[in-house]
């Protein structure tokens, strides 16, 4: 299974764009990348989750370069809820089974006023 | 929405005790997770099920068994349970299908003393 490493805390002010990359040196053909959230005292909240090029939907982009070794989880002018821990994982969702997914320690996000 | 819950937010236990804890959906998901969750850790696999009666172990197994008799209830056990189990423990569903969104229950943080 791919290993993930991503930075484990950035800090941004409110409005800004803050971009999370991760490294994914050996995503395997079938992986797909996924992105979660988990605010405190929560369970994780799926965000994003991509391929390869470029995703976007009404919370975050995520953008996927051809070697597909790294992405970035763009987050368009943070507010204050925006403060979290962010999950980059990586892995074969397979064509009907499960498909384990390894978390990491994620990025924890600090949005300052 | 989907809805997963966890038969308790707050548990502790002495130890030795044998632990139940409790994982309900109501999507009709094929797979369901359990993770236990640490400080600098994140999150860890201990357990996942595909299907009624079915189950595969994750990285961290040891001390922990799983039962699934029914498709929307997912049990997790700690047989004898140690101080070392003290921890934040997290249900999750999903779908069998190309898109991984894991949906995750509150928690429960058990405490063994």
């Known amino acids: 299974l791919a290993k993930t490493t991503q930075p484990i805390s950035m800090d941004s002010y409110e409005g800004q764009e803050v971009n999370i990359t991760c490294s994914h040196n050996?995503?395997?053909?079938?992986?797909?990348i996924t992105w979660y959230q988990q605010f405190p005292s929560q369970g994780p909240r799926f965000i994003i989750q991509g391929y390869k090029t470029k995703v976007t939907n009404e919370v975050a982009s995520l953008f996927i370069p051809a070697d597909r070794k790294s992405s970035t989880l763009s987050l368009p002018r943070v507010s204050l809820s925006d403060t979290a821990v962010y999950y980059c994982l990586v892995g074969d969702l397979g064509s009907s089974n499960t498909g384990k997914l390894i978390f990491g320690q994620g990025t924890t996000l600090q949005v300052k006023p | 929405d989907v809805k997963v819950t966890q038969s308790s937010r707050y548990l502790v236990k002495r130890t030795g005790e044998k632990v139940f804890l409790e994982c309900v959906q109501d999507m009709d998901h094929e797979n369901m997770f359990w993770y236990r969750q640490d400080p600098g850790l994140g999150l860890r696999l201990i357990y996942f099920?595909?299907?009624?009666?079915?189950?595969e172990k994750g990285d961290i197994p040891e001390g922990y068994s799983v039962s699934r008799e029914k498709k929307e209830r997912f049990s997790l056990i700690l047989e004898s349970a140690s101080t070392n189990q003290t921890s934040m423990y997290l249900c999750a569903s999903r779908p069998t299908g190309i898109r991984d969104e894991q949906y995750f229950g509150p928690g429960t943080r058990l405490t063994v003393t």
């Open positions: 099920s595909y299907d009624v009666k079915m189950k």
């Open positions: 050996n995503i395997a053909t079938n992986d797909y």
